[in-house]
């Protein structure tokens, strides 16, 4: 039994089938940040974080994420350093939180973030852009609804492949009918064609 639900980019992907709105879109960040803060306060990087490596809660009503898979998580002060761009980003990031990225950015591998700014550029970004975070998340009810969705779409495609099955059987058994049988075969009179068994 899974203790979470679906993988943030599972919501995306198979649930909404589209972006998320502003409003869960900055729920998730700051969320996420919190989540990110307190295992850095505890003395890891988690190294991997994406979208997948996120989940939903079980229930709709906590309106919380999780952050998950720490296989590749490591204190900072026993690992090596090595230099990662994180230039990628720029073109993705809205340009509301372009500072944010510029900030982290300029940091070095050994600076701690000011977890208190990031979460005050969030927040204040959000009032000024009329961006409600109380609002429910994107998915609230809909994780069931697409679940059965599913489900019928897989039984109506292995009703399809069964139907399918089933003909290809007739069409063998009718192959067998003409393999014993030769079908146009003039059986003595010239002027009439008939089904007529095969001698083999």
């Avoid at 991997?48 to 296989?71: M, T």
């Avoid at 600076?111 to 959000?126: F, G, M, S, V």
């Amino acid at each position: 039994m899974s203790l979470v639900g679906k993988s943030l980019e599972d919501l995306r992907r198979q649930v909404l089938c589209k972006n998320f709105s502003k409003s869960t879109a900055m729920k998730i960040s700051l969320q996420a940040l919190e989540a990110i803060s307190d295992l850095h306060s505890v003395g890891f990087l988690h190294r991997d974080i994406k979208p997948a490596n996120f989940a939903s809660s079980l229930s709709d009503e906590l309106q919380l994420i999780y952050v998950l898979d720490f296989g590749i998580a490591r204190n900072p002060k026993e690992t090596t350093t090595r230099l990662i761009s994180a230039g990628r980003h720029f073109s993705v990031v809205p340009k509301d939180l372009y500072s944010i990225v510029l900030y982290v950015g300029q940091l070095k591998y050994e600076t701690e973030p000011d977890y208190t700014y990031i979460r005050n550029y969030l927040l204040t970004t959000a009032k000024q852009t009329k961006i409600d975070v109380e609002k429910k998340f994107d998915w609230t009810g809909k994780v069931s609804q697409a679940a059965k969705r599913k489900k019928k779409e897989q039984k109506q495609e292995s009703s399809s492949s069964e139907d399918n099955q089933h003909t290809g059987s007739d069409d063998e058994s009718d192959s067998e009918v003409v393999s014993s049988t030769e079908k146009i075969k003039n059986c003595g009179n010239s002027n009439q064609t008939y089904f007529c068994e095969s001698k083999n």
